[in-house]
């Protein structure tokens, strides 16, 4: 501007203030509409991208856990139960930004720190890696805190408090919670946690500020209360280990019921293996022996063969079966006794445990006969829990059968089945001729009649006779003396089978069976056990397995206040003195 | 008559507005609440299964057997220390 503009003071001077007010106004105009353009065009424009965007960096759907339900016995002490947990993951592109913090982190956590970053490297594509799962959460939680870019998540963890006590029956789950074995598998879908996901609003600290809706609610499994004892399990557990180790046997199962409603009070094995380390268990420890493995129970199933031939009336009370010389040949082959018995009544083929009794009984019952009532007593059928791999035995249709066949089945060769099988058998006779479907689930308090829960399939008097004659198998004359517990009166059979190979028998290998019934009075439970190979200090059933069952039943009655049957025996130890 | 009705309005949305304000400041204070009782709750339950697991493993038969054996000297009566009442 030139100085002569100033001096000028005339309508020039106007005109310029008036440029000049027009100049700032159209100035000032022109930012307020491109404000306006601007608000409207993130209004409407480019309105759903960016709410979209502030969503994402505030809403966030995150799960909330849910735990598996609890295995508990029958009186709340729990199997297998879930803790929570925290396990720890990264970012890897995060983190590899961070070394400093990552070589913290894996310090704490006793990881190789090289290991760990080229393993971060390998999954940098991903945006969650663990770094390390189920941690105790208070150790996580306070690793978490001074790191950044170190995240926990929440996990359960499956505890399994009895161990090995009860591994077979209990089973477990793998590292994501799901059952794998046992009751974990069979009963998966009860147990099962089902995380919950909530929608939340967080702060720029990942703090949740607002929870916005839930969009499915969290459901913790359900519990599930087992028939088990954790009293007799544990009993029924230490005896039959023992049993094991002092005969050095192969394995074993034993396998305890309530003869009044099928519940199973304990259910063992050995070898066992402790489900809370099991990385090591070679998979053989693992199978549940009592309800999946099989075998020939040899002369414990003189009873039925004895219930079946009563039952069509051959037989009764006073008949006498002549067994010599001792052996009888059945189409070329030997059928033998210990030896010569000669003429015996019913109740000595069984505590004599005569083979050629057995078999001449069994033959007096056509096949088809034997055959139907082996099967109503529950020889080839599942006994009614469901248990994953539970094997219904071996026991074939009647039109196979040789004439071999025919006359072995009366003392336990030719069929197989497992040890609950057998003891389910016995229970018929405990309730007066009623098969029980057994459970692995406690029954609730009000007890179904048993028309509901059973069905006849042998005369009551001739489940009488039977308990009677199986106390004198436990009785001073009896093979199973072993078994006798004082105070009550026990009936029971015993079984040496031997085990069967490729194309015969084995010689050497023989499987010891007991199988009885407490107090014989009043039944209330039964137990059958099973031992494999015994190779120590006698292998008859009657020296095998039947103190365990002496053992186990001793404390079962004691525990469950079963009163004494038989005080004129208790009366006599007692005049023994201590 | 307009201007009264006019005060009256803005008095009424005036107030409508501070309570707004208001009862999202409850709400916060009380979600921050529930969040600290959930963390409280969380705490528990980790607390109750790590009581459980320990109850679970003092009470285990063998434990409480050996110490009734050894520790304490106890043992199952003998017939003859029977006595049946009736």
Sequence with gaps: MKPSDRVNKGDGGAVFLGMRHSFVLLVLISLLVGLITRALYLQVVEQDFLTDQGVQRQIRTIETPAYRGAILDRFGTPLAISTPVDSVWVNPDEILGNLAALKKVTGKLKLDYRDTVSMLKQRADREFVY???????????????????????????????????????????????????????????????????????????????????????????????????MRLQYIAYRSLARAIKFHAAKAGSAVLLDARNGEILAIVNQPSYNPNRRRTTATLKLRNRALTDVFEPGSAIKPFTLAAAIDRGHYHRGSNIDTSPGYMMVSGHPVKDIRNYGVLDLSEVLSKSSNVGASRIAMSLEKKQLWESFKAYGFGELSGVSFPGESSGYFRHHSQWQSLDHATMGFGYGMSLSITQLARAYAVIANRGRLVDLSLIRKEPVRRPMNEISRHVMKASTAQLMMKMLTEVVGPKGTAQAAAVDGYQIAGKTGTAKKSIAGGYQEDDYVAVFAGIAPASNPRLVMAIMIDEPTQNGYYGGLVAAPVFQEVMSNALRILDIPPDDLPTLARSKGQGA | MNRAWFSLLLTLVLGSALTVVYVKHQSRVLFADLRNIQKQQDQQVIEWGRLQLQNTTLATHSNVESRARKDLKMRLPENVELVRLQ
């Excluded at chain 1, 189920?134 to 150790?139: A, C, R, T």
């Excluded at chain 1, 505890?159 to 799901?178: C, K, N, W």
């Design chain 1, 131 to 229: 770094l390390k799962r189920q941690l105790e959460p208070d150790f996580a939680r306070a690793l978490a805190a001074g790191i950044e870019g170190v995240y926990l998540q929440r996990e359960y963890h499956r505890y399994y408090p009895a161990g090995e006590v009860v591994s077979h029956l209990v089973g477990f789950t793998d590292i994501d919670d799901r059952g794998q074995e046992g009751l974990e598998l069979a009963y998966q879908d009860w147990l099962r946690a089902e995380p919950g996901v909530r929608r939340v609003i967080r702060n720029r600290r990942g703090e949740v500020v607002e929870e916005l809706a839930q969009v499915k609610p969290a459901e913790s499994g359900n519990d599930i209360y087992t028939s088990i004892d």
